[in-house]
């Protein structure tokens, strides 16, 4: 079966300029989420859906970042406006419905300067 | 709130020998999930081996063994018979049962040495 797609894979942009992040899950997983990973440090998860519906976000910096599941497949994360602290690689991954098992994509390396 | 810690930032480990990577977490839930994940240079994150806090037997998966220590609080990897595809970063990550997120540790830089 085809894996978790995300796109582009590489991204550099000035700060305060704004970016959009691309995912494409597993057919068939209910559940995605979005994750930043800084360099360094472990993957830190941002938001997770549940078809299209948002079940956690607590961690999300709602002043800059938003993100969107429309019609439950494909997800877009958007950052406006960039912050320089926002440089790292952020993970998309998709599961089954109330399963554990997570499978992540490539992820998109973002460089803020 | 549940942390997870591993202690060895980078480790090595000669081709066919055995290494063992460490990661300790802190909790107070009593059923949940441990994982190593495996990230290469290319950045996909994959599944290695996960454990039930319930089962007291050790999983094991091909080369890939744990040593869970649920009274300790920990869960250690061991990577037998080393190959050069298993250089990557390692995570250990934690779940609790019927929870959603993972809290993973900083992750362990492992090179296997021709």
């Known amino acids: 079966e085809a894996g978790v797609a995300q796109s582009p894979r590489y991204k550099i942009i000035e700060k305060r300029q704004s970016v959009a992040f691309w995912c494409n899950p597993i057919?068939?997983?209910?559940?995605l989420y979005w994750y930043q990973q800084i360099l360094g440090q472990g993957p830190k998860l941002l938001i997770q859906?549940?078809?299209?519906?948002?079940?956690?976000d607590s961690q999300l910096p709602k002043d800059r970042f938003s993100a969107e599941r429309l019609k439950g497949v494909d997800s877009t994360l958007k950052i406006q406006p960039a912050k320089l602290e926002d440089s790292a690689v952020y993970l998309c991954?998709?599961?089954?419905?109330?399963?554990?098992?997570?499978?992540f994509g490539p992820g998109t390396r973002l460089t803020v300067t | 709130a549940q942390t997870v810690t591993q202690s060895q930032p980078e480790m090595s480990v000669q081709e066919a020998e055995t290494v063992t990577l460490s990661c300790t977490y802190d909790?107070?839930?009593?059923?949940?999930?441990l994982f190593w994940y495996k990230q290469p240079p290319s950045r996909q994150m994959i599944l290695v081996i996960r454990?039930?806090?319930?089962?007291?037997q050790n999983a094991t998966e091909n080369r890939f063994s744990v040593n869970f220590q649920k009274a300790a609080k920990s869960f250690s990897l061991k990577i037998s018979d080393s190959q050069l595809g298993d250089t990557a970063m390692y995570f250990c990550?934690?779940?609790?049962?019927?929870?959603?997120?993972?809290?993973f540790g900083t992750g362990t830089s492992l090179t296997v040495i021709p």
């Open positions: 990550a934690f779940m609790k049962l019927g929870g959603n997120q993972f809290y």
């Open positions: 991954a998709s599961s089954l419905y109330k399963t554990y098992e997570q499978y």
């Open positions: 454990q039930e806090a319930y089962k007291q």
């Open positions: 859906f549940q078809n299209n519906g948002v079940v956690d």
């Open positions: 057919s068939g997983h209910a559940t």
């Open positions: 909790t107070s839930e009593n059923n949940y999930y």
